[in-house]
Every structure is written in structure tokens, then in C-alpha cells.
Nanobody, 119 residues
């Protein structure tokens, strides 16, 4: 099982970034993917999730309307488009995979990618 997150970086407030998560070896025929983040001194929190088909999506209240999750199953890749970034979005972002019903407590995790938003 491998989940490879990329696309992090440093941007100014109001800017945009797109994170990518390439998945391979996930057990089962279909899997959901979630994005989580952890800021220094804080617990890891849920950001967004998408089902295998893409028909179901969830967002945390803090990113709703600014972030968009999508996926391209032909490329085994899930994207997180982050617009109107705020300094409070600064964190290490992780992608994770599991069945849709378990996506808030996923078993499979990738390494993180750092996102830093300056004011």
C-alpha cells in the first residue's frame, strides 16, 4: 500500500495550491480517499474526503467553499484544490484511504506534504 502526497509549498494568504495523492496497492475494488492536516501543537483534523465514484464528497466547515476534492481513477490520483488560503491553513497535509464508511478513521496513510500560508 502506498499513498504519495505532493504539491505542498509556501504561498501568501489568498493564494492557491493543488495537492495530489497517488495511491497504489489499496485492498479492495474501490476505496475512498481523505485529506487530513496537522498544524504544530494541534491534533490532526479531517479536511475533505471523496468516494470511489466521486459522487460523495465531504468537507470540514473550515474549508468548505474554498477547497475542492476530486479524483481521476485512471491515474489513481486524488486532488485537493485549495483556494483563498489563510494562515490558519498552515499544516502538514496527509492523504489517507479506506472504505467510504471508514474514511474518517482510515487504515492507510501516506506521508505528509507541508503547506505554509503567510499573511
Amino acid at each position: 500500500v502506498q499513498l504519495q502526497a505532493s504539491g505542498g509549498g509556501s504561498v501568501q494568504a489568498g493564494g492557491s495550491l493543488r495537492l495530489s495523492c497517488v495511491a497504489s496497492g489499496i485492498p479492495g475494488d474501490s476505496y475512498a480517499v481523505g485529506w487530513f492536516r496537522q498544524a504544530p501543537g494541534k491534533e490532526r483534523e479531517f479536511v475533505a474526503a471523496i468516494s470511489w465514484s466521486g459522487d460523495n464528497k465531504q468537507y470540514s466547515d473550515s474549508v468548505k467553499g474554498r477547497f475542492t476534492i476530486s479524483r481521476d481513477n485512471a491515474k489513481n490520483t486524488v486532488y485537493l484544490q485549495m483556494n483563498s488560503l489563510k494562515p490558519e491553513d498552515t499544516a502538514v497535509y496527509y492523504c489517507a484511504a479506506d472504505r467510504w464508511r471508514a474514511i474518517h478513521t482510515p487504515n492507510y496513510w501516506g506521508q505528509g506534504t507541508q503547506v505554509t500560508v503567510s499573511s
